[in-house]
C-alpha cells in the first residue's frame, strides 16, 4: 500500500505581480516543505485555489511540484470536480504524469445524494485501478457531507486508500475508524484537529499551518505515536493559536499572507479571493512573532 506519510502540505499557489503561477517559486517552495517536515505535498487542493486555474496551469504545476521533489516526498494532485467526466479526465492525466496519488473532493454545489457520491468516485476508481486515491470530505465547502456508510463501501475499491476527513465531527471519525480496517488512512483536514483525531484512529493531517512549522507538527505527531502523549498536548496547544488565526477568514487567505511576512514572493490570492485585510495581517503578526516565524 503506497504511504503518504503523517505530514501532507495543502501547498498554496504562488502567483506573480500579475496573477500568473509563479512556478519557480511552487518548486523551492515545494523543496522548503519536504526539508522541514512534510513527508507529502498536494497539489492544486483547495488551499491551491484549484478552483481558479486551468486544467492546462495544473498539469503544469504537478509536474513542476514533482521534478522539484522527486524521490524525496509523495506528489498528490488535486484532481477533484463536481464534473465525474473531469475528475476521471484529471485523475488519469495524474496518473500518466507519474504522480503518487490524487486528492478527490467530494462534488460540490451539485449537492449529489450519498448514491451519486458513491457512483462518482466509484467511477473515477475504475478508471485508474492502480493509482492510489485519498477522498476529501469538507462538507462546509461543498454542501454535501460524505458519509461514513458511503466511505466504507468505497473503501472496498483497493486504490481507495485513504480519506482527509474535514467535517469537524469526531464522532464521524471514530465510525469510520471502528469500521474500515487498519490499513484505510484517515487524515484530518484541520489543523487544530489533528491530535484529537489521532487519538481516535486518525493517522496524519493534510495541513495548512505545516508551511509554517511543519516539523513542530511532524514532531507533535511522532511524539503521539511513540506514546508521549504529554508532549504531544504541549506542542498542540503551543501551535494552537496559529492554527487559529491561519482560519479566521477564508483559506488561503491568511496562510499567503504569512508567507509574504516571511518574504515569500507568493503575491496575491486570485479572484474571487482577495488580499488578506489589516485586520487579518494584525491578527497574524503577533501570532508568528510569538512563535518565532518572523524575520528580525
Request: glycine residues 8%.
Amino acid at each position: 500500500m503506497t504511504d503518504f506519510g503523517r505530514v501532507i502540505t495543502a501547498m498554496i499557489t504562488p502567483f506573480t505581480a500579475d496573477g500568473a503561477i509563479a512556478y519557480e517559486v511552487a518548486a523551492d517552495l515545494a523543496q522548503y516543505l519536504v526539508a522541514n517536515g512534510s513527508d507529502g505535498i498536494v497539489v492544486c487542493g483547495t488551499t491551491g485555489e484549484s478552483p481558479t486555474l486551468t486544467w492546462e496551469e495544473e498539469f503544469q504545476l504537478f509536474q513542476t511540484v514533482q521534478q522539484a521533489v522527486a524521490g524525496k516526498a509523495k506528489v498528490i494532485a488535486g484532481t477533484g470536480s463536481n464534473s465525474t467526466r473531469e475528475a476521471i479526465h484529471a485523475t488519469a492525466k495524474a496518473a500518466e504524469l507519474g504522480l503518487d496519488g490524487a486528492l478527490l473532493v467530494v462534488p460540490y454545489y451539485n449537492k449529489p445524494p450519498q448514491e451519486g457520491l458513491y457512483a462518482h468516485f466509484q467511477a473515477i476508481a475504475k478508471a485508474v485501478p492502480d493509482f492510489p486515491l485519498m477522498l476529501y470530505n469538507i462538507p462546509g465547502r461543498t454542501g454535501q457531507n460524505l458519509l461514513p456508510e458511503t466511505v466504507i463501501r468505497l473503501a472496498e475499491y483497493p486504490n481507495i486508500i485513504a480519506i482527509k476527513e474535514a467535517s469537524g465531527s469526531l464522532d464521524q471519525a471514530s465510525d469510520l475508524r471502528a469500521a474500515l480496517p487498519p490499513t484505510f488512512r484517515i487524515y484530518s483536514g484541520d489543523d487544530s484537529l489533528t491530535l484529537p483525531l489521532l487519538a481516535v484512529g486518525g493517522y496524519g493531517v493534510v495541513s495548512v499551518a505545516s508551511h509554517l512549522v511543519g516539523s513542530r507538527i511532524q514532531e507533535m505527531i511522532q511524539a503521539f505515536v511513540q506514546g508521549e502523549t504529554a508532549t504531544a498536548t504541549a506542542i498542540h496547544c503551543q501551535l494552537l493559536p496559529l492554527f487559529k488565526v491561519l482560519f479566521v477568514t477564508t483559506n488561503p487567505i491568511p496562510i499567503k499572507a504569512a508567507l509574504r511576512l516571511q518574504g515569500w514572493a507568493v503575491g496575491e490570492p486570485r479572484l474571487p479571493l482577495t488580499s488578506a485585510s489589516d485586520a487579518v495581517i494584525s491578527q497574524l503578526k503577533p501570532v508568528l512573532d510569538h512563535l518565532g516565524l518572523l524575520k528580525s
